[in-house]
């Protein structure tokens, strides 16, 4: 995805911002990071600092040592060091920042680190090009392999070296893989070097990227860098339900969010009771049901009638629970429970757009016992003379045409049931 600045034309040529995506200020490119440190100028003798980040296919990012003290930017292609041949990238962070962020990731920035030969040259564009192409088909012919050998793994993703000599093939299992056989196939089927990498669930979501159920791109896609450990006591401390369904992420592992508020939940439940506290009365010992953390309640109900609930401030509970410890029992919770009144709800409905009112069908229609003659319905009499009328013969008096002398008149029946 890029930024409305910086979308591409039909082309294929940035417009906007004419940053060709290195603006920084979106999801122009994945794991971005704002150089701030981009204005200010180093103090007087100092050099600077020589190692730069490169980013490669799908947000992965080295870091090398411009040794040829070339003048890079954020955006240049460069062909780096890579075993064997050489890798095609694009920069995405120099000067001083580059050493906080190679102290971030633990990479000693004076020990050995890969360099980087120039910048790339067409020819290094359009090899590296054609190599990129190649990926999407080979990746449906390497699945096919590996459902036909019925081996238990997933292939996530591949990418191809910069020079087009080395393809790593990004897969994901439960168990161990014999590789053996698959790696024959994949050579005699692609005719290059193969390599196998196996990845986390969450590392697989990172590199595909996708859309959360919170309608923003992944948050490992775009700017989580660390993975830290969710386990399902964070969806406790907050509350929530423990569905699966809801609480997994793409991944299929919980998700990383559970960890974003945990902090605050567990400075608000530092002076709330836990949730197994029982509290002993007169009339009965209660169990708590349900907490409000941030308003500070807690909902108990007496054991043996759990379908009436008793809502208690923190301070009331507190108060209860220190008399119990010297073992005093109160006389019941309907002393110190409180009443939340619930707002009403007011019925504000205006016919604004000239529509018939919400609540026409609400009264009953008027029953009227007189009924209406029906003027389509023919009278009974006039049905039966019509029906006579119909089945009759009608009789025709027609002249004698043999006898011409004859006066008197010949009759027939004309019936439409009769031949004659």
Excluded at 116 to 142: G, L, N
Excluded at 316 to 330: G, L
Excluded at 345 to 361: H, P, W
Aim: with cysteine; glycine share 6%.
């Amino acid at each position: 995805m890029a930024c409305t600045s910086c979308s591409t034309s039909d082309g294929g040529a940035p417009k906007g911002c004419k940053n060709n995506g290195t603006c920084g200020t979106d999801s122009c490119n994945k794991l971005t990071v704002f150089d701030w440190l981009s204005n200010m100028t180093l103090p007087g003798g100092q050099a600077p600092f020589d190692c730069v980040e490169v980013r490669f296919k799908n947000g992965r990012k080295e870091f090398y040592r411009n040794t040829e003290k070339l003048t890079l930017s954020i955006g240049d292609v460069v062909a780096t060091e890579a075993s064997p041949g050489h890798d095609v990238g694009i920069v995405t962070l120099t000067g001083e920042l580059v050493k906080v962020q190679m102290k971030k990731k633990q990479v000693n920035h004076e020990g050995e680190v890969a360099k980087i030969y120039r910048k790339a040259s067409q020819k290094d564009i359009d090899i590296w090009s054609t190599a990129r192409d190649k990926e999407e088909p080979m990746k449906v012919r390497a699945r096919e392999i590996a459902i036909r050998l019925q081996l238990q793994m997933k292939i996530s993703d591949i990418e191809f070296q910069g020079d087009g000599s080395k393809a790593t093939f990004y897969y994901t299992a439960e168990d161990r893989v014999d590789f053996r056989v698959l790696i024959k196939e994949f050579a005699g089927a692609f005719s290059t070097r193969i390599e196998m990498k196996q990845v986390g669930f969450r590392q697989e979501a990172a590199r595909l990227g996708g859309i959360g159920s919170c309608g923003r791109e992944l948050c490992c896609s775009t700017w989580l860098t660390d993975f830290r450990s969710v386990n399902t006591a964070a969806a406790r401390y907050q509350q929530l339900s423990l569905n699966p369904q809801k609480l997994a992420g793409q991944c299929g592992k919980l998700k990383c969010c559970l960890n974003y508020e945990l902090d605050t939940y567990m400075d608000a439940l530092k002076d709330i009771p836990d949730m197994e506290t029982k509290l002993s009365t007169e009339k009965g010992d209660a169990i708590c049901q349900k907490i409000d953390i941030f308003k500070g309640l807690m909902w108990f109900a007496y054991i043996g009638n759990f379908a009436q609930w008793h809502i208690l401030k923190v301070e009331q509970v507190q108060e209860i629970i220190a008399q119990n410890k010297q073992k005093i029992k109160v006389v019941a919770l309907e002393d110190f429970a409180i009443e939340i009144e619930k707002p009403a709800v007011e019925k504000t409905f205006q016919n604004a757009m000239g529509q018939d009112s919400l609540t026409r069908f609400d009264q009953p229609k008027k029953s009227n016992n007189t009924k209406k003659p029906n003027k389509n319905r023919r009278p009974q009499q006039a049905q039966k003379q019509n029906q006579e009328t119909s089945v009759k013969p009608v009789k025709k008096i027609i002249p004698n045409q043999n006898n011409p002398n004859t006066n008197g008149p010949k009759i027939r029946n004309e019936n439409k049931d009769s031949n004659t």
